[in-house]
């Protein structure tokens, strides 16, 4: 049987999934240790306002929103930059195209505007 580490952030609600299924025999494995990052991450309202930042401010495109506190961890929503891998536009295309698949909608979102991202 496989040993299973669990890291958690906030209220940890996939910890709870998670300890759900191995419980049903979905996942077998055996839980181990559960480390948390409680102490210095947001809960679900403050996780949830770089969300609401990037929907209703006035932010350029192509651009990320996350806490600006240390770490990027909590505080109040900033543009906040991003890695090399997260602004991959062939990844990028390539998820839009699996998203358009999967779900059966096909979005507006020409390659020209990947491109140009």
């Known amino acids: 049987m496989k040993r299973l580490v669990i890291l958690i952030s906030g209220r940890g609600s996939n910890m709870t999934a998670i300890l759900d299924a191995v419980d ?3 996942i077998s ?3 181990v ?3 948390g990052n409680r102490l210095i991450a947001q ?3 403050g996780g949830a306002l770089p969300t609401l930042y990037a929907a209703v401010a006035d932010v350029p495109g192509n651009s990320f929103a996350g806490p600006s506190g ?4 909590r505080g109040a929503p900033k543009l906040v930059g991003r890695t090399n891998a997260a602004q991959d536009m062939d990844v ?9 698949q999967l779900t ?9 505007t990947l491109a140009n991202a």
């Open 104 to 112: 059966d909608v096909s979005f507006p979102l020409g390659v020209a």
């Open 43 to 45: 809960d679900e309202n």
């Open 29 to 31: 494995a055996q839980v």
């Open 92 to 100: 990028a295309r390539r998820l839009w195209e699996v998203s358009e």
């Open 24 to 26: 049903a025999g979905k």
């Open 70 to 73: 240390f770490m990027e961890q």
């Open 33 to 35: 240790s559960v480390i």
